[in-house]
């Protein structure tokens, strides 16, 4: 994963090991010429954005044992088709992106200004009690 840059320009952090996310199911958002879907997104996915891709036809909620799939709820974090995204964007639907999860190859088809400002914040709150 050494040579996988993120949008930002720096490597490629894991997206998420639990779930085990990733074309490779590797926990990385690696792109890959097979990976038609081009799921390079690193998304802390909502429940609307779940629901909005159910009705779009791909269920990330149902359980699937046999591919060793628990679903998805609120929070976690999925590589994301980077056109799915796209449309869930459009939508208002866009779950925020973990861009130092997100391949670069993200930049073909958003651009990074959109990204950033889509961008989950796991930074502590500053918020005083």
Known sequence: MSESRNVLGGEL?????????????????LED???????????RVTEEFLAFSTARGNDLVTPRPGMRFRGLK?????????????????????PPVVLE???????????????????FDSSPSRESP
């Not at 010429?33 to 998304?43: F, K, Q, R, S, Y």
């Not at 609120?74 to 866009?94: H, N, T, V, Y």
């Open 74 to 94: 609120p929070g976690d974090r999925w590589c994301l088709c980077a056109l799915r995204w796209l449309e869930a964007l459009e939508a208002g639907m866009a």
């Open 13 to 29: 952090r894991a997206c998420s090991y639990d779930p085990l996310t990733g074309y490779f199911r590797d926990g990385s958002c």
């Open 101 to 119: 999860a997100t391949h670069e190859r993200a930049l073909d088809l958003v651009p990074l200004e959109v990204l950033k400002a889509h961008a």
């Open 33 to 43: 010429e097979g990976d038609a879907g081009t799921h390079v997104i690193c998304a």
